[in-house]
């Protein structure tokens, strides 16, 4: 009796360190996402050293400390992914009297194009976006790639629909006309669409270190952003079509 004890706490913490997950050490499986996700632990280290970046910028604006003073604990802002958090009010933003469910989301501010911070198959994203509601349960995921062709693209809407049929379409616009691609796999709603960005209102600004300089890559490279979303199905009416900022927009259904 006391072994199965034993055996079952030991299979729980293992089950518990499974679901924790940070953005950055951990790579998210997207294809097999569980929707018992811990957002807050996924983001929790970038805003402590965000926190603690910002404490230190003031120390040493201040005259109070100097870089020096904080040794290896200095944060810089390479150090970490600028993430910020917004309470929203899906389907009611402009009338807080109403609010059927009541989120937050958490953005990334900050990332680097071709870092790994999830996959669907062979495809990588490098900026994750997630809501949750207010007591903690997960509303929807927004990842996103940036590449220089449309191959990534179609291979990933190639393999998914070998894997689960044809997908929903869903024609939109925003600046241009665009396609959403979805299915419902099990209890989640995945979506993708691709979108062209030829950089016109966009500086982008590559930093190459060369000795401790930092020089701006101005040159405008036209680039296919894919974005890949994953919605828990219960809040699928409720958020498609929701929101208007960020990458939320290309999230409809018709």
Not at 189 to 214: E, Q, R, Y
């Amino acid at each position: 009796m006391r072994m199965n004890k034993i055996l079952t706490t030991l299979v729980l913490a293992i089950l518990c360190t499974a679901c924790t997950k940070k953005i950055g050490k951990d790579k998210l499986d997207l294809e097999n996402f569980s929707l018992s996700f811990n957002v807050d632990d996924f983001y929790a280290d970038e805003i402590a050293k965000e926190k603690t970046y910002e404490s230190q910028i003031v120390q040493i604006y201040n005259d109070k400390k100097k870089e020096e003073d904080f040794g290896d604990d200095l944060v810089t802002m390479w150090d970490f992914f600028s993430i910020t958090t917004d309470t929203i009010h899906i389907g009611h933003f402009y009338d807080d009297e109403k609010n059927d469910i009541v989120g937050i989301d958490y953005t990334m501010g900050s990332w680097r194009v071709n870092d790994s911070l999830a996959y669907y198959n062979k495809m990588y994203f490098e900026k994750i976006n997630i809501m949750k509601t207010s007591d903690d349960d997960f509303i929807a995921l927004a990842a996103t790639n940036e590449s220089y062709g449309v191959e990534n693209f179609e291979n990933l809407l190639h393999y998914i629909t070998s894997k689960h049929g044809e997908p929903k379409i869903t024609e939109d616009k925003f600046y241009d006309d665009y396609y959403l691609y979805s299915w419902l796999i099990d209890n989640n709603l995945v979506a993708i669409t691709s979108t062209h960005d030829n950089k016109n209102n966009t500086l982008n600004l590559d930093l190459i270190i060369n000795k401790g300089n930092a020089n701006p890559d101005t040159v405008k490279k036209p680039t296919v952003n894919t974005r890949l979303f994953v919605v828990n199905k219960k809040y699928k009416d409720s958020i498609t079509g929701q929101q208007w900022s960020g990458d939320w927009i290309y999230l409809k259904l018709k």
